[in-house]
């Protein structure tokens, strides 16, 4: 099978949807200009600053250096899909609580791989937290408020 | 942003489809997690891509009394996660983790880690140290090579236009010492040391990866080497360049402490 379309068939924050792309779209692409899902963010485009971070199928993945087709099928989580509407997932309390966002840019990508690490490790240490969010910049906040959330919604979510 | 350019996406289901599509204009692709970035690059412009991930066989993971073997497909995460991998090789499983970050581990893959070539690769000196190789299949049959003879230099492998890397084996023998010790404060290593001795012996394999062109490759009979003199080795025989992790003159220096470092960490176990 070869083409420079593909039909792709993704679970978008629980809404299945099915459309034609070219094989050249990026994840990131498809959730922002083709879904308006833009709280997936983007920025070096080279999986070294995680404003694009979504989990697909539980894992984490840097949608702007992944394929549509390769979501063909599967599980799609955005920031958008996090709570639901009115109310916050812990993790979002937690950051606001801790003063862990400033411009707020980065932070779809910090709660996604907050959320990531906790459903992997339910009572990461600091240097689990440290270590897991590596891969995650931030301009604003110096990171410390940022880790203090994570530990507070691991100690909220797993008493 | 700049978008990727266009492509044409093959989803074979046989190696067979798979041998018979791949050429320098068509070329593999699992995680692209360096493949996507140099296509948006500009470095790049394949035809077509050959998605390997839905290629029966090649996601396998075996962890084996004298191999741990995986298949192209296999990402770093699958690897590090799998418990026969830990049991067989636990140095492995953190060298594996040193790779990039969480997503990066999530999507890439061993295989295109040592296709790609980098040069300051974590992996391709400790599989090299470990004495691991490749199998990598064509229209002609299959053919396996050392991951040592595999590496030719900076991003370029004896991978010929026609192959694709199917499988890694990493040999488990009984009775070895190991270590992977290195240097990083960029987004990549300055240096890293792996080292491998076979305790009945005290035969050694010294591998030098990150500061030069090329890893080094240092294979040492001596069952009482000195440090030193595989330290002075090392720094000598690398081929460093000028970058922004280190002059050459730095790299040759920290070269040998990391040699030194990483025998002394040999020594302790």
């Known amino acids: ?159 | 942003m700049r978008v990727l350019p266009p492509f044409t996406l093959h989803r074979p289901t046989t190696i067979d489809d798979v041998v018979e599509l791949v050429s320098w204009d068509d070329l593999p692709y699992v995680g692209g997690t360096e493949l996507l970035l140099a296509m948006r690059a500009g470095l790049l412009n394949p035809r077509s891509l050959i998605d390997l991930k839905g290629v029966e066989g090649l996601d396998r993971i075996e962890a084996a009394d004298d191999a741990v073997t995986v298949g192209a497909t296999v990402t770093h995460a699958r690897a590090a996660g799998d418990a026969g991998v830990r049991r067989a090789l636990p140095l492995l499983v953190d060298v594996l983790g040193e790779v990039g970050n969480p997503r990066v581990r999530a999507a890439g893959t061993l295989a295109g880690n040592l296709c790609f070539a980098e040069p300051k690769s974590d992996i391709i000196p400790f599989l090299i140290a470990l004495d691991a190789s490749v199998t990598l299949a064509s229209t002609n049959g299959e053919r396996r090579t050392s991951v040592s003879d595999f590496i030719l230099g900076p991003y370029f492998t004896s991978r010929d236009q026609g192959e694709v890397l199917t499988t890694i084996e990493v040999p488990v023998r009984p009775g070895r010492d190991m270590t992977y010790v290195k240097y990083q404060v960029m987004e990549r290593p300055t240096v890293g040391v792996a080292a491998v001795r076979a305790v009945d012996d005290g035969t050694m394999r010294v591998v030098v990866g990150a500061a030069g062109e090329v890893p080094v490759v240092i294979d040492v009979d001596a069952s009482d080497p000195d440090a030193d003199s595989v330290a002075s080795e090392a720094a000598e025989r690398l081929e460093p360049v000028d970058d922004l992790t280190g002059s050459a003159d730095y790299k040759r220096h920290v070269t040998a402490v990391y040699v030194r470092r990483a025998l002394s960490r040999l020594e302790r176990r």
Not at chain 1, 73 to 102: R, Y
């Open chain 1, 1 to 159: 099978m070869s083409e420079s379309s593909v039909t792709i068939s993704v679970s978008v924050n629980g809404s299945r949807m099915s459309q034609t792309v070219p094989a050249r779209l990026t994840l990131a692409e498809l959730l922002r200009d083709r879904l308006g899902l833009t709280g997936t963010k983007v920025s070096c485009g080279m999986q070294v600053c995680g404003v694009c971070t979504v989990l697909v199928d539980g894992a984490p993945v840097s949608a702007c250096a992944s394929l549509a087709a390769d979501a063909n099928g599967l599980e799609v989580l955005t920031i958008e899909g996090v709570s639901e509407p009115g109310s916050l997932h812990p993790i979002q309390e937690a950051f606001i609580k801790e003063f862990a966002l400033q411009c707020g840019f980065c932070t779809p990508g910090f709660v996604m791989m907050a959320l990531a690490l906790l459903a992997e490790n339910s009572e990461p240490d600091r240097g689990d937290i440290v270590r897991y969010l590596d891969g995650n910049i931030c301009r604003c906040t110096g990171y410390e408020p940022i880790i203090r959330a994570v530990q507070a919604a691991a100690a909220e979510v797993h008493p």
